[in-house]
């Protein structure tokens, strides 16, 4: 029988690979079961799995490393075996109900000191990504790198909480603008599930008050858009797909259904390569997804910038990237 994911071909030998992310990750499967073809040892886990179901020992050794194993009570790493950390979709640490707020909280600081802390400070490892870079890489920065140092354009964008700027700013984009939320789309309300998508701000909303009680970003809507491209990028190589979405709310935002899509091949324009690879370096990043307009004159505008973004849902590139990703974690080196 063949290894499913998770499991080594090559017994108990001690992963090289450290995957972390949540259990049922079907993207995470496609390359895990290209690893296990090739007989390369990982281990596979989650934040969540910490402390209940794993375990960390580590002590400082005299030459400034740790040493120590992570694991459960079935498999592990040992700290110096480890050659590549794939830090995809971790869900949160998890604590027993039985602990009070302020303990799950405080318990909760501290695994995120140790876990985090000794796996990053191993010399030697290759991280795709580190969390502390996909952290950094807020809208504001990747916006910022983007049309700053990268020379890539962007559209004009507005971050603020005062009602009375967003009615100027939409006079200087021609009176189209849209709204959208900085982090994740999906939120939770009364126990149900929902997404908040790029949706336009009409001229009666631009002196909402309610605008005043967070920040929010606006930016000008493409309205010639063409069409959108999705670029996967593994350690220097891209992969691009021209997006076509039909008349209808996929068509501001493709998210809304996905289904509606068809996919392309597509090239890109020497400049904006060059402009990719240089905002990538410039915001540490091994892997991310960039979302890309392009309107009807050709010109690329960059959106957006996901550290974790999915890429198996499109079949054009889902083999590529997996090869790509499993050579990168396989090899432990840029």
């Not at 916006?143 to 890539?152: I, T």
């Not at 900085?182 to 790029?198: A, C, M, P």
């Not at 797909?241 to 597509?266: C, M, Q």
């Amino acid at each position: 029988m063949a290894p499913s994911p998770g499991q080594s071909t090559r017994g108990t030998k001690t992963p090289r690979v450290l995957v972390i992310t949540y259990a049922l990750d079907p993207t995470a499967d496609y390359v895990l079961r290209e690893l296990t073809d090739r007989g390369v040892p990982f281990w596979r886990t989650d934040l969540a799995d910490f402390p209940g179901r794993s375990t960390l020992t580590a002590e400082l050794r005299t030459e400034g490393r740790w040493g120590g194993r992570m694991g459960d009570e079935l498999r592990g790493v040992d700290l110096s075996e480890v050659r590549s950390v794939w830090w995809r979709k971790p869900t949160s640490y998890s604590f027993p109900d039985t602990m009070s707020e302020p303990e799950r909280r405080f318990a909760a600081s501290q695994a995120k000191g140790a876990v985090p802390g000794v796996l990053g400070s191993l010399p030697g490892v290759l991280w795709v990504n580190r969390p502390e870079r996909n952290a950094d890489c807020t809208k504001p920065v990747q916006l910022a790198v983007a049309s700053g140092r990268a020379g890539l354009r962007v559209p004009e964008t507005l971050i603020t909480n005062d009602p009375a700027a967003v009615a100027p700013f939409a006079a200087r984009c021609g009176g189209h603008i849209v709204t959208k939320v900085f982090g994740s789309i999906v939120h939770t309300e009364g126990g149900k599930r929902g997404q908040l998508y790029t949706r336009r701000v009409p001229p009666d909303q631009y002196n909402n008050p309610r605008i005043g009680l967070t920040a929010h970003l606006f930016q000008r809507e493409i309205t010639a858009k063409a069409y959108e491209i999705r670029v996967t990028a593994v350690a220097g190589k891209l992969f691009p797909v021209a997006i076509h979405a039909p008349d209808g709310p996929a068509r501001l935002d493709w998210r809304r259904n996905s289904s509606s899509l068809t996919h392309t091949p597509v090239d890109l324009p020497h400049d904006v390569i060059r402009g990719i690879h240089t905002m990538l370096g410039g915001l540490g990043l091994v892997y991310a997804a960039l979302d890309l307009i392009v309107d009807s004159d050709g010109t690329h505008y960059l959106i957006d910038v996901n550290p974790g973004g999915q890429w198996a849902w499109i079949d054009l590139t889902r083999e590529s990237i997996t090869l790509a990703l499993a050579d990168l974690l396989e090899k432990g080196t840029l």
